[in-house]
């Protein structure tokens, strides 16, 4: 059974930077790509960032490139995205996700509130 | 401003057949990438009801429908149920600069 499990959130002050961890298993985690979705608070779903299999190719939502990075560990089945310079409006349930066969997965997300 | 069109709400009456619409553009939808459809009940996850355009994943009662053409995508809900009253969204892929997954804006629907 394909399961993903997101770690990380919590309370961070603006400015501050937090690491969101995607724990992946039931599935061969380095043959897929890997992205990051997120959720403000009543609002609707937004994609953040992506990463190929292997981690040599990566992309970012205009509204978080050059302070959020994305990366993954394949010998530990771990997707991270590294989170800088956080401002209040990224406050939000932050989603990891992949496509598998067709098909898409996702966690149960993890909340990340940016305030002081 | 989501790259995919929802209404912002539907409703109906018990049993009754809803839609939902989700319109998108010729570089999504219409370049023939697969549409998703999920649903989200109140602080939970968004749970998928529909993959690959019309294709439910086991344990999604077949009264959940999906289906494409053109630059659209519709879902539909026969014999409506209380339960089923929640936000609904669309999901598809973008070969602009738009992000490789784009969204609809989400749709709220009332069971009356």
């Known amino acids: 059974e394909v399961q993903l499990v997101e770690s990380g959130g919590g309370l961070v002050q603006p400015g501050g930077s937090l690491r969101l961890s995607c724990a992946a298993s039931?599935?061969?985690?380095?043959?897929?790509?890997m992205h990051w979705v997120r959720q403000a608070p009543g609002k609707g779903l937004v994609w953040v960032s992506r990463?190929?299999?292997?981690?040599?190719?990566?992309s970012y939502a205009d509204s978080v490139k050059g302070r959020f990075t994305i990366s993954r560990d394949n010998a530990k089945n771990t997707l991270y995205l590294q989170m800088n310079s956080l401002r209040a409006e990224d406050t939000a349930v932050y989603y990891c996700?992949?496509?598998?066969?067709?098909?898409?997965?996702w966690g149960q997300g993890t909340l990340v509130t940016v305030s002081s | 401003q989501s790259v995919l069109t929802q209404p912002p709400s539907v409703s109906g009456a018990p049993g009754q057949r809803v839609t939902i619409s989700c319109t998108g553009s010729?570089?999504?939808?219409?370049?023939?990438?697969?549409v998703h459809w999920y649903q989200q009940l109140p602080g939970t996850a968004p749970k998928l009801l529909i993959y690959?355009?019309?294709n439910r994943p086991s344990g999604v009662p077949d009264r959940f429908s999906g289906s494409k053409s053109g630059t659209s995508a519709s879902l539909a809900i026969t014999g409506l149920q209380a339960e089923d009253e929640a936000d609904y969204y669309c999901?598809?892929?973008?070969?602009?600069?738009?992000?490789?997954?784009?969204f609809g804006g989400g749709t709220k629907l009332t069971v009356l």
């Open positions: 999901q598809s892929y973008d070969s602009s600069l738009s992000g490789p997954w784009v």
């Open positions: 990463i190929n299999s292997d981690g040599s190719s990566t």
């Open positions: 996700a992949t496509r598998i066969a067709a098909r898409l997965y």
């Open positions: 690959g355009n019309s």
């Open positions: 010729s570089s999504n939808i219409g370049a023939g990438y697969d």
């Open positions: 039931g599935f061969t985690f380095s043959s897929y790509w």
